[in-house]
């Protein structure tokens, strides 16, 4: 029997649409990816569908996996009727879905939600047990070097963004950030705050956790889970990899055999 959705995470799942709905900078790449793969493609951390979607109605077939039912449910509201994205609720470390994908991708940053090398070990394990020898597997990062990791942070609450909602009231973003040098993590908090037209004012806030990861952290969990790198990008146009470089953009295959 289906979960019931905890309004404070549907509302969440709903400002994460406010806040990233509209991010297309690496939609090119992914249409890209799906041409040259043909499909079948599967998406780690699918989250409300922003990618998943747009393939799919670009005629693909997509699964994506999702932990959180909020996020699933808003994607599958997004759907409608269509049985094309198949949304499935599941962990990205550990799922079998008794098929091999031509793409697996893992989108905006979603492999930062790994928490500890085990963990990032047991997604790509589990993604090369779901890949073809000529599968891709993609993921971006943030960059660890491109990223503030002052203790503390050099500014203790910044403001993201101040937007409309489709209902008529003002959203401001806020984020706070505590970081764990050691751990090569970031605590991150936003914090939302809704006003309505009548000039009520609401706080929803959350807290999010982060990874971050060195290329060479990332080439020996690869060859760990049985893959092999195949290109290591700076942007989503697939510039080289360097000192200057944003975000770390990882494209592995499956190592061959024999």
């Known amino acids: ?9 549907a509302e969440l799942a709903e400002l994460f649409d ?12 992914y249409d890209s990816l799906a041409r040259q793969s043909g499909g079948p493609i599967l998406e780690l951390g699918v989250g409300t ?17 999702e932990n959180n039912n909020a996020m699933l449910e808003r994607a599958r509201c997004k759907a409608g009727d269509a049985t094309n994205p198949q949304f499935i609720a599941g962990d990205m470390r550990d799922f079998n879905l008794g098929q091999e994908f031509a793409l697996i991708y893992a989108g905006y940053g979603a492999f930062h939600h790994l928490l500890t090398p085990a963990d990032q070990l047991a997604c790509l394990q589990a993604a090369e047990r779901h890949m073809k020898p000529d599968s891709v597997l993609v993921f971006d990062l943030r960059a660890i ?4 990791w002052e203790e503390g942070g050099s500014v203790p ?16 973003k806020l984020r706070s950030i ?32 982060l990874r971050f990861s060195t290329r060479y952290e990332i080439e020996a969990l690869l060859r760990e889970a049985g893959l092999e790198l195949d290109g290591l990008y700076g942007d989503f146009d697939l510039s080289a990899y360097d000192s ?15």
């Not at 998943?52 to 997509?62: D, F, K, Q």
């Not at 070097?145 to 503030?148: G, L």
């Open 244 to 258: 200057d470089s944003d975000l770390m953009i990882t494209v592995a295959r499956k190592r061959a055999t024999g």
């Open 157 to 172: 609450l910044l403001h993201d963004w101040t937007r409309v909602h489709s209902d008529g009231s003002m959203v401001t």
């Open 18 to 29: 406010l806040d990233y709905g509209d991010f297309a900078d690496d939609l090119p790449l």
């Open 49 to 65: 569908g922003r990618v998943a979607l747009r393939l799919a109605r670009s005629g693909y077939e997509v699964s994506g996996i």
């Open 145 to 148: 070097f491109a990223t503030d």
């Open 178 to 209: 505590r970081v764990d040098r050691a751990q090569q993590m970031q605590h991150e908090t936003y914090y939302y705050d809704r006003v309505a037209a009548n000039g009520g004012l609401r706080r929803i806030s959350t807290n999010v956790d």
């Open 1 to 9: 029997m289906t979960q019931p959705i905890d309004p404070h995470d």
